[in-house]
C-alpha cells in the first residue's frame, strides 16, 4: 500500500515565471522588500525581517504569508528536488499531487496576465514532475478568462504528469455551475482530469470583503461550490467526470448534505444515499475530523487525505499520512483507501 499526500504544496519563486514567453515579458511577476518598515514582521525566530511581495499587473501580494516553518525553503520551492524527496520519505509519502501557492487568491483581471502566469506555472510543473515522474503529480492552473486557451493547458497538463485542474469556490464573480465553464467540464471528461476546488478564492470582491482572510474568504466558498454543483445537477451533465473539494476539512459534510436534501426535498426529489458516490465526488479530510460521524455521510471510498505541505494554517498537519495510519481513528481498512486507493480513484494514477 501506497501513502498519496493528495494535497501537497509548491511555493512559487522567481524561477516560477522565468517560463513566461518572451512576448508576455511585461506580465512577469517580481519581487520587492519594502524599505519604510511597512513590510516589517517576526520571523521564526522572533528575530525582525522583511517580508517580501509580488507585484502582479500592478498589484502587491504577500509571499510569505502562510508559509510554514517545519519545511525547508529549497523543499517547498522545489529549487532542490532532492531536498523535497528526502523529506518525503523521511514523512513515509510516496506521491505527493503539488497545488500551487499564489494562485489560491486572484492574481489579475487581465486575460493575457492571466494566461501568461498560468502558462509559466504549468510549465514549471512540468520540469518539476519530469525530475521524478513517479513520485510528483500536479494539478494544473486553468486561464478562465481565455476559454479558448484552456484547452492547449490542459492537454499539456495531462502530457506531462497533470492529474487535475485547480479551481476556487468562485471564479472572477462567477459560480461554478455557470455554462462558462461547460467546455472545460467537458474537457475534463475527454482527458480524465478531475475538477479540484482548493480552499481559496478566485474573485477581488470577495477578497474585499474578507481582507484578512479567515473562514468565509478561502473554505466557505468550496463547501457552497460542493453544494451548488449538486443542486444544479451539473454532475449529472458530465457523469464521467471527477470532482474533488480540497483543504477543507470533511466535518462539513453531513450538515451540507442534510441542507441539501432538504432543499431536493422542496422540489418534490430523493437524495440518494450514496450522493457523492454517485457523482464522482472526493473530499479531503484531516486528521482531527470526527469520522464517526463524517463517514456515514461521505462513504468509505470518497475521503482522501493531504499534508498541506510547505504551508502553517488549519489544514496543516505534516505528518497527516502517518497519523492516518498509525491513530486508529479509523479502521486499518479505511485507512488504507484513504492514503491509497481512493487518492488513485481520485487523480487517475
Known amino acids: 500500500m501506497a501513502a498519496i499526500d493528495a494535497d501537497a504544496h509548491v ?31 517576526l520571523d521564526n525566530e522572533g528575530k525582525s525581517a522583511q517580508r517580501e511581495y509580488w507585484v502582479i499587473d500592478g498589484r502587491v501580494h504577500p509571499k510569505e504569508q502562510n508559509i510554514g516553518h517545519n519545511t525547508s525553503k529549497e523543499s517547498r520551492e522545489m529549487s532542490s528536488i532532492t531536498a523535497r524527496l528526502q523529506h518525503m520519505d523521511e514523512l513515509e509519502i510516496d506521491i505527493q499531487v503539488l497545488y500551487p501557492t499564489l494562485f489560491l487568491r486572484p492574481m489579475t483581471d ?41 484547452a492547449d493547458e490542459l492537454r499539456f497538463a495531462r502530457d506531462h504528469g497533470g492529474v487535475g485542474v485547480f479551481l476556487r469556490g468562485i471564479e472572477f464573480e462567477k459560480q461554478l455551475d455557470n455554462p462558462y465553464f461547460f467546455p472545460m467540464y467537458e474537457l475534463g471528461e475527454e482527458l480524465d482530469l478531475p475538477m479540484c476546488f482548493h480552499s481559496g478564492i478566485g474573485s477581488f470582491s ?30 449529472a451533465r458530465f457523469p464521467k467526470l471527477r470532482w474533488a473539494f480540497v483543504e477543507v476539512s ?4 453531513p450538515y451540507a448534505l442534510n441542507d441539501l436534501e432538504l432543499r431536493l426535498k422542496r422540489r418534490g426529489k430523493r437524495m440518494s444515499k450514496t450522493i457523492l458516490a454517485d457523482n464522482n465526488y472526493f473530499v479531503t479530510c484531516y486528521v482531527t475530523d470526527d469520522f464517526d460521524y463524517v463517514l ?7 475521503l482522501v487525505i493531504g499534508t498541506d505541505y510547505g504551508h502553517h494554517d488549519t489544514a496543516t498537519e505534516i505528518e497527516a499520512l502517518r497519523l492516518m495510519r498509525d491513530t486508529g481513528k479509523v479502521p486499518a481498512a479505511v485507512a488504507d483507501r484513504i492514503l491509497d486507493a481512493n487518492a488513485r480513484a481520485l487523480y487517475g494514477l
Open 110 to 150: 487581465d486575460p493575457a496576465c492571466e494566461y501568461a502566469i498560468c502558462k509559466a506555472y504549468n510549465r514549471w510543473l512540468a520540469e518539476i514532475w519530469k525530475s521524478a515522474p513517479d513520485r510528483f503529480r500536479w494539478v494544473a492552473m486553468p486561464p478562465l478568462r481565455s476559454m479558448d486557451k484552456v
Open 250 to 253: 470533511s466535518q462539513w459534510l
Open 11 to 41: 511555493v512559487e519563486s522567481e524561477e516560477t515565471f522565468s517560463y513566461i514567453d518572451p512576448e508576455f515579458a511585461r506580465y512577469r511577476p517580481w519581487v520587492i522588500v519594502p524599505k519604510d518598515g511597512a513590510g516589517l514582521r
Open 296 to 302: 456515514p455521510a461521505a462513504g468509505e471510498g470518497q
Open 206 to 235: 470577495h477578497l474585499r470583503i474578507y481582507p484578512l482572510g479567515g473562514l468565509g474568504r478561502g473554505k466557505l466558498p468550496t463547501v457552497s461550490a460542493f453544494h451548488q454543483l449538486l443542486m444544479a445537477e451539473v454532475p
